[in-house]
């Protein structure tokens, strides 16, 4: 587990969730379990992990407070649920329903492998979820089965198209090309989005795995992303401002479809970073690389009010480093894995 940073109270200025570089969080990353059916060989181990006990991880309700409290005091405008696999948590249309009803209402929506979402997109809908980000690494059944260590592609593919036929779109598809794996399959990854009117992002490995594998020389960077796609398409700069989007998106042979990629490692874009997360057991993580976690679900749970959390928060934010530190020699891995960090 990470350290945990003890939190004072912020300077009594400060209202939204700013750190000391001038960046203002602003998007919340709520992660709801641990816990996932599936076992892609870059993120855990094929016989999984030992699951956080149920007592530790957050309940319905303590989630929407501590969301409501981002929303209405922290300036919070864009809640995204992750896990592990958020469709796993029974309550997830509720707690939805919830968030989506808070004054003012942020943009909600979801990271998931999709396994379950064909039977769960309705309900979701009714929820008001705004979209759902689906991680799919390939559209060839034994490509997907080598790396998800499951044959249940077919699965995905069907919740992917419930999530639209429900109207949460845009449907949007996050992938990590491996080398000598899938990455002769980035073209024909794009196609299958492009035909489904999908928006694909290819996201570059990043060093968090639960084995602690990453090897800088053996991840697709952005670079060779780009010489692969462009075999069959020509790739135009879209024209506009990414701001703090993580992904720089260009245009699919003159547009208007487009293709995103989030170089976190070859082009990392911290400076701009609008993003803050929330642990399945309550731990503000200011940065997805952070080493030192700051606990909310003590205070939650000792009887603390909305305004004591609230500052509690804001000083977490003012330890974030100006960046992830990947490329410095110095570098260590955080010892949660992504499954356990929520994206």
Known sequence: MPSVTPVTAAPASS????????????????????????????????????????????????????????????????????????????????????????????EVSLTTNALGLARTATALAAAGLDRVNVSLDSVRPETFATITRRDRLHDVLAGMAAAQAAGITPVKVNAVLLRGVNDAEAAELLAF??????????????????????????????????????????LTPADESRGSAPAERFLVDGGPATVGVIASVTRPFCGSCDRVRLTADGQVRNCLFAREESDLRAALRGGADDETIAERWRAAMMTKLPGHGINDPSFLQPSRPMSAIGG
């Open 193 to 234: 989005c492009l035909e489904h009117d999908y928006q694909l992002r290819f996201i570059e490995q990043m060093p968090l795995d639960a084995q602690h594998d990453w090897h800088r020389g053996e991840m697709v960077t952005a670079e060779e992303i780009f010489a692969l796609l462009e075999r069959e398409v020509v």
């Open 15 to 106: 209202t939204g969730l700013a750190d000391r570089h001038g960046r203002v969080a602003t998007d919340l990353r709520v992660s709801l379990t641990d816990r996932c059916n599936l076992r892609c060989s870059y993120c855990m181990p094929a016989e999984g992990l030992d699951w956080m006990p149920t007592d530790e991880v957050l309940t319905d309700e303590e989630v929407v407070r501590l969301v409501r409290i981002g929303v209405e005091q922290l300036g919070i405008t864009e809640v995204r649920f992750t896990g592990g696999e958020p469709l796993l948590r029974r309550g997830l249309p509720d707690i939805v329903a919830q968030v989506t009803a808070l004054d003012p209402r942020p």
